[in-house]
């Protein structure tokens, strides 16, 4: 698992504040701190529009980003773009896609989850009309 400066390093790698290799300045209320305050907004737009991966905030760079490892690379491309405003960086066009992608996937998957949750559908009305009692294993139209 990636820690929070991690995730935020990689991010103004995508969004090409950095080269690879190097890191956010890490000094109290320096861009690591701000990237970090960035990651935690989105996370909650995001729990706010129903893409919930069980975030909680966040307020320590060296703890371990608490994000399901299949989400990671849409959350990095995501947060690059908001870095973009922070930073005041305009993120590529490639940036932007793989982040449109990304936000997708990651959206389907909570919807995915969340439908295979248990949801008891007993009391839907089954419906009235010419298929009301058809069956799609046993009728043929």
Known sequence: MATNQE??????????????????????????????QAYNDMMEEWR???IDLNWFVQ????????????????VVSNLAVALGATFDIVPSQQ????????????????????????Q???????GEGHYASWDIETDVI
């Open 7 to 36: 995730i935020v390093d990689q991010a103004a790698i995508e969004l090409g504040k950095l080269n690879e290799g190097e890191s956010l300045d890490t000094t109290a209320g320096g861009e690591a701190d701000q990237a970090l």
């Open 95 to 118: 940036v932007l896609l793989k982040a449109n992608k990304g936000e997708t996937a990651i959206a389907n998957v909570v919807f995915n989850q969340a439908i295979e949750g248990g």
């Open 59 to 74: 307020d320590t760079l060296t703890e371990t980003t608490p994000i399901p490892t299949w989400s990671r690379s849409g």
């Open 48 to 50: 706010v529009r129903d």
């Open 120 to 126: 008891d559908l007993s009391n839907m009305n089954r």
